[in-house]
């Protein structure tokens, strides 16, 4: 009998070996959720010339936006937010 230790953020792969499960990116898009505050942010930059008025129009600050956006680019496995809006827009969420 063995006896798998639990790792957060890792699996079992078919041979008994951890490995990390597989993340959504180009790929893999049918399970990146944004939250309602996400899209309303990638919806201001949008419509937006800046970042700052962006952040102006919600009355948050610039770092907010900015780390909003790398995070939603990161779920995605993208380096444009413009990558983000546009899947964002082919998936209806905007």
Not at 7 to 17: L, R, S, T
Request: no cysteine; charged share 30%; aromatic share 8%.
């Amino acid at each position: 009998m063995s006896i798998k230790k639990t790792v957060p953020n890792f699996e079992y792969n078919n041979e008994g070996k951890m490995s990390k499960p597989e993340q959504p990116g180009p790929g893999n898009k049918e399970n990146v959720y944004f939250t309602k505050r996400q899209l309303a942010i990638l919806r201001s930059w949008a419509d937006s010339p800046t970042i700052a008025s962006a952040a102006e129009r919600l009355h948050i600050s610039e770092h907010t936006v900015q780390t909003i956006l790398k995070r939603m680019r990161k779920k995605l496995d993208v380096s444009r937010t413009f990558d983000v809006y546009k899947y964002a827009v082919e998936e209806e969420l905007l």
